[in-house]
């Protein structure tokens, strides 16, 4: 599977599957954006935005504007493991520094030019409520 992973992909999607009520919904909007990037030397980056963020109303965003903007991207960067249809990211640098420092777990499902990448159980970055979310890249090169 290694092999499979090393190269660029784009976001497609982000589902949040809610594990107390098996409620799905689309966690990131209709039209994300972010891509991931697999090295061979064993490196990681990705930066995902949510499809609806506001550009702030000045050059500098206001407190609010920035709060807002955190909690519609996630970025971080590392190295990665693959064991079987796990990969896990060991993140270095992050920009929650909540994550830095962490494995993330993901559970990788190849589907044509696309691979589905799920979490474990955990709380959800955006509403805390414990859930699965499911990434589905395609492949750029």
Not at 1 to 27: F, P, Q
Not at 42 to 54: E, L
Request: proline residues 6%.
């Amino acid at each position: 599977m290694n092999d499979r992973l090393i190269g660029t992909w784009k976001l497609v999607s982000v589902t949040a599957e809610d594990s107390a009520t098996g409620e799905k919904r689309d966690a990131w909007g209709p039209n994300p954006e972010g891509f991931i990037n697999y090295g061979p030397d064993g490196r990681m980056i990705v930066i995902n935005a949510r499809s609806n963020r506001k550009k702030p109303e000045g050059a500098a965003p206001t407190p609010a504007e920035a709060a807002d903007l955190f909690q519609g991207v996630l970025a971080y960067a590392g190295t990665y493991t693959v064991e079987g249809n796990t990969v896990t990211h060991h993140v270095d640098i992050s920009w929650n520094e909540a994550w830095t420092g962490t494995s993330q777990v993901r559970h990788a499902r190849f589907d044509g030019n696309r691979v589905l990448l799920s979490t474990e159980p955990s709380p959800d970055v955006v509403n805390g409520r414990m859930s699965v979310r499911t990434m589905t890249w395609e492949k750029l090169t």
